[in-house]
């Protein structure tokens, strides 16, 4: 059965880092690209940052463009999201997503996702 467990997330003052970890398994998930997304109380899930199935490829919201990283290790078949410099209104539950679209810039769309993981929470106070 195919699945994807967050783990990672946590309570951290504004400026804070916090690393946060997706494991994959029961799917040949090496040849997906992987997404993370983060939906805070009230709002819709907004895109945060996608790699494409090799790492070359990685795509950013422009929120967290300079502050977040992504990055994966097929061999261990893992996603890894660096938050760095972090703020309140990152405040949200994330989540990581695996899709089988090659091309980079349809991994903006949830819809384009064909697995979720279950989320993880982090809060950042000021």
């Known amino acids: 059965q195919a699945q994807l467990v967050e783990s990672g997330g946590g309570l951290v003052q504004a400026g804070g880092s916090l690393r946060l970890s997706c494991a994959a398994s029961?799917?040949?998930?090496?040849?997906?690209?992987k997404g993370w997304f983060r939906q805070a109380p009230g709002n819709e899930r907004e895109f945060v940052a996608a790699?494409?199935?090799?790492?070359?490829?990685?795509n950013y919201a422009d929120s967290v463009k300079g502050r977040f990283t992504i990055s994966r290790d097929n061999a261990k078949n893992t996603v890894d999201l660096q938050m760095n410099s972090l703020r309140p209104e990152d405040t949200a539950v994330y989540y990581c997503?695996?899709?089988?679209?090659?091309?980079?810039?349809?991994?903006?769309?949830?819809?384009?996702?064909?697995?979720w993981g279950q989320g993880t929470q982090v809060t950042v106070s000021s």
């Open positions: 997503a695996a899709s089988n679209r090659w091309d980079a810039s349809t991994w903006y769309s949830e819809y384009e996702y064909d697995y």
């Open positions: 029961g799917h040949p998930f090496s040849n997906y690209a």
């Open positions: 790699i494409s199935w090799s790492g070359h490829t990685t």
